[in-house]
């Protein structure tokens, strides 16, 4: 089912027994594409705030900073896949809006920007899991649809339930899509404001049992109310500075560990970390400022693996 406005999702939710928290709610691995050929794209800058639009990388500070990710990942028990860049892919870094992953099935969205299709367009990455794992395929790039996964679409993994927020980067027809290749139970589908382009940098699910927002980037201001609906007194609202500093763009990596880039483990309010810590969360950070010039920051970096 999917549902468009505040009032239908909450009829469709209910009380929630509808829909308990039953499936694994968080990765088991994480698939990363390593920066070589990482650049701040004018392309991708046209329809990306975030993005420190003309600044340049330091190539040698990206590459350290991503390994740094891999041994975080690997020191709070994650196994890491990790992919080479290419040249003429500079918004490879942030593969979770090409590719991800729900019941053995490789999931390849369909991008926004041309530069960007050359990515989902990898053969290594394709046949890695086709192949070697022996995964199913679920293409939607040349469907006609705009759809860059978990990017514009946040999964509560937990309960089969997909947040998805309309924009340049996700459109009404990617989220029906999407909610069909991720066989969500139910898809709340919603407006962002025009500044906003990927929700997951608005809004984090961690391990079904509390969500990170920043309410004043969606539309409808009852939209936002009705997700923390789900989540009650687990629901840290993010003020501007943590939004800014791309605290909306943390993960969890099991039931206690959620990680955060360091820009915004530092900007979070004491109350917005005792919140996560009061539910049972340990929060962790690794310094990844030299990635996020591209305009995304750690739950970017990394295509799940389920």
Do not use: W
């Amino acid at each position: 089912m999917i549902v468009s406005t505040a009032a239908e999702f909450r009829a469709a939710y209910g009380d929630g027994s509808r829909f308990p928290p039953r499936a694994v709610p968080c990765l088991r691995a994480a698939l990363l594409v390593s920066p070589h050929g990482f650049a701040v794209s004018p392309e991708s800058a046209t329809d990306n705030a975030y993005m420190s639009a003309g600044t340049s990388i330091n190539t040698e500070r990206a590459h350290a900073q991503h390994l740094g990710v891999a041994r975080k990942l690997l020191e709070l028990g994650v196994p890491v896949l990790t992919f080479p860049g290419h040249d003429n892919l500079p918004d490879g870094i942030y593969p979770n809006n090409a590719f991800a992953t729900a019941n053995r099935h490789l999931i390849v969205g369909s991008m926004c920007h041309p530069q960007r299709r050359r990515e989902t367009a990898r053969e290594d990455i394709r046949s890695f899991f086709t192949g070697q794992l022996g995964y199913g395929l679920r293409d939607l790039s040349g469907t006609g649809v705009v759809a860059e996964l978990t990017g514009p679409l946040v999964v509560d993994r937990a309960r089969q339930i997909g947040f998805c927020g309309l924009s340049s980067r996700a459109d009404r027809a990617g989220c029906g899509s999407m909610h069909e290749a991720f066989e969500l139970e139910l898809t709340f589908c919603f407006e962002l404001v025009t500044r906003e382009y990927h929700t997951n940098l608005i809004l984090a699910v961690l391990a079904g049992r509390a969500c990170v927002l920043y309410p004043e980037s969606f539309r409808d201001p009852e939209v936002p109310a009705a997700v923390a609906s789900v989540y009650g007194f687990a629901t840290v609202r993010l003020d501007d500075a943590e939004k800014n500093a791309f605290a909306g763009n943390c993960i969890a990596l099991g039931e206690r560990d959620v990680l955060f880039s360091q820009t915004a483990l530092q900007a979070l309010r004491p109350s917005s970390r005792a919140t996560l810590e009061a539910h049972g969360f340990e929060l962790h950070a690794v310094e990844i400022d030299e990635l996020e010039k591209g305009g995304g920051s750690l739950r970017c970096l990394i295509a799940e693996v389920f």
